[in-house]
């Protein structure tokens, strides 16, 4: 009896592509289809991700604070391949903005379902320590890092949640090694409770039909970065360089995809091979 379960499990995992539920294993290479919502989505890995998510199929909602023109920049490289994109306006760490922001995106999508959230829009803050640290000064960066995600999600939740008839879906947060690292100090402060909000709604949001996964990236050629790339020791990657947005945004959309569809309360490293590694999955 042993011996024959061991052969089954070995046959169903070198198969003709099935599964023991009998769907296909490899997932298909067909178009995704729906809206995506990406803020912070002007520039850097915001933009990858925006574009990287209109090559899949998406509609996608790029959300900007204050670069009008990197918006209009990324909508018109999506239409220009044929996809369908447009920009909105909003600060996410303001609630009214982000109520105006989704009911905006629901008079623009129209029946398409909203499918994905990345909640990637941040701010480095002050790089001082505790002593230069005022309560303005953390409640800023904690506002953009931290609450702003947890109000794009309370709205996410309400439009893509199976209970409440959605399609369910994925959210992706953008949080950051530094949330273990411990440095910039205010940063790492907001990018902590970002894994913790995150760690707080697997569950609960599982049970709606959406997975949400995070993504912490290390040394990545943005303009939230580019001076201190400039003396960056190296050697602490072991890779031997920084990575591009192109290469956070990849790992990014294959967590929206139907390919992760088992993958849920992840949080990815995609750092080059700098440590801290992948804290859950």
Do not use: H
């Not at 989704?102 to 909203?114: A, K, M, N, S």
């Not at 939230?224 to 790992?251: H, K, W, Y």
């Amino acid at each position: 009896m042993i011996r024959r379960a061991l052969v089954l499990s070995v046959s169903v995992g070198v198969g003709a592509g099935l599964s023991l539920s009998g769907r296909p294993k490899y997932a298909s290479a067909a178009p995704e289809r729906g809206t995506a919502v990406v803020t912070g989505g002007s520039r850097g890995i915001g933009a990858a991700t925006s574009c990287a998510l209109a090559a899949k199929g998406y509609s996608v909602v790029v959300v900007y604070q204050s670069s009008p023109e990197g918006a209009s920049k990324v909508v018109a490289a999506i239409t220009a391949s044929g996809g369908r994109a447009i920009a909105v306006q909003a600060d996410v760490g303001e609630e009214d903005q982000v109520r105006r922001l989704f009911e905006e995106v629901d008079t623009w999508r129209g029946p398409e379902p909203l499918r994905v959230l990345v909640n990637n829009a941040g701010v480095l803050g002050p790089r001082d320590g505790l002593q230069q640290l005022t309560a303005d000064s953390l409640l800023s960066v904690l506002r953009t890092n931290t609450v702003g995600p947890a109000l794009c999600l309370r709205e996410a939740e309400r439009r893509m949640s199976t209970e409440s008839g959605g399609s369910g879906g994925a959210v992706v947060q953008v949080s950051s090694g530094s949330a273990y690292i411990g440095s910039p100090l205010q940063y790492a402060c907001s990018k902590g409770g970002l894994n913790s909000l995150t760690i707080g709604l697997v569950a609960p949001l599982a049970r709606q039909g959406i997975r949400i996964n995070t993504v912490s990236p290390g040394m990545t050629a943005t303009d939230m970065i580019a001076d201190t790339v400039q003396t960056f020791d190296l050697s602490q990657i072991p890779v031997g360089r920084v990575g591009t947005p192109d290469e956070i945004a990849n790992c990014i959309v294959w967590l929206c995809s139907d390919e992760s569809s088992y993958v849920a309360g992840a949080n990815v490293r995609v750092a080059g091979g700098r440590p801290p590694g992948t804290t859950l999955g």
